[in-house]
């Protein structure tokens, strides 16, 4: 299962991810749960550092399976939204009935 917290401040807004674990929807290689999920968490780190003044510390262990990204202050507007976004694609995962039981999606207040 890929377990995906995120973590908001007081205010609300989204301060980072920790997206850990290969979602064992099929064999490494044909995991299409775990593809779509990479997608989603790449392209978004890749946009809010190149289409956003946003700055994020990323960490990354493909080995472990793990990928955690903050951001070192308050995100912009634009990053936010597309943290915001990143979230629909990871619910819209999780709310398939065919592979709901393949993710956790945890929100916490940090």
Known sequence: M????FY????????GFICKGHAGYAEAGEDIVCSAISALVIN???SIEQLTKSELEV???EDGAL????????PSDEAELLMRSLVLGITSIKDNGETSE?????????
Request: proline share 0%.
């Open 44 to 46: 978004t780190i890749n």
């Open 8 to 15: 908001t401040g007081e205010n609300g807004r989204l301060k």
């Open 2 to 5: 890929t377990k995906i917290t």
């Open 102 to 110: 393949f993710v956790d999606l945890i929100f916490e207040e940090d």
């Open 67 to 74: 990928i955690e990204a903050f951001f070192k202050d308050q």
């Open 59 to 61: 960490t990354a262990d």
